[in-house]
């Protein structure tokens, strides 16, 4: 299948508002945090995921293709690439808030929390194995 650069950016244009707000209403809640004195502010690894994921969206899904050195199907990596992160991401700040374990009250302390850290490795073999898949 043939995949039209207009396609590519339609979807990652799409992915990359969902993670500008995302990404929006995380700060807020931290600024939220630092002016009622709660803790100290800080974004936590999951959110770096989401970082990650709209650099991968910016260079790889719309510099490059631009530029030429991308074609539209390669480009189209690049977009699952930033969807395995950004799902992940979610995932992720679950695990930072710890909210898998319903019985274990948050330390809000903890900068990485278990939780988040076995999320965040579990992306980074999501995406190795797409890597993978590519490669062979």
Known sequence: MEFRLVDV???AGIL????????AQRIR???TLKKEGER????PVSDYLNLLSMTVLAVGAFGLPTLGFLEPG???HAVVIAVLLFVGHLFALAGHYELYNPDKVHDESDYLPREEKLAVGAVAVAVAAYFLCLVF
């Open 29 to 31: 809640h931290e600024q």
């Open 9 to 11: 950016w339609t979807v």
């Open 40 to 43: 100290i502010t800080w974004i």
């Open 74 to 76: 390669q480009a189209l």
């Open 16 to 23: 990359l508002g969902f993670q500008v707000t995302s990404f």
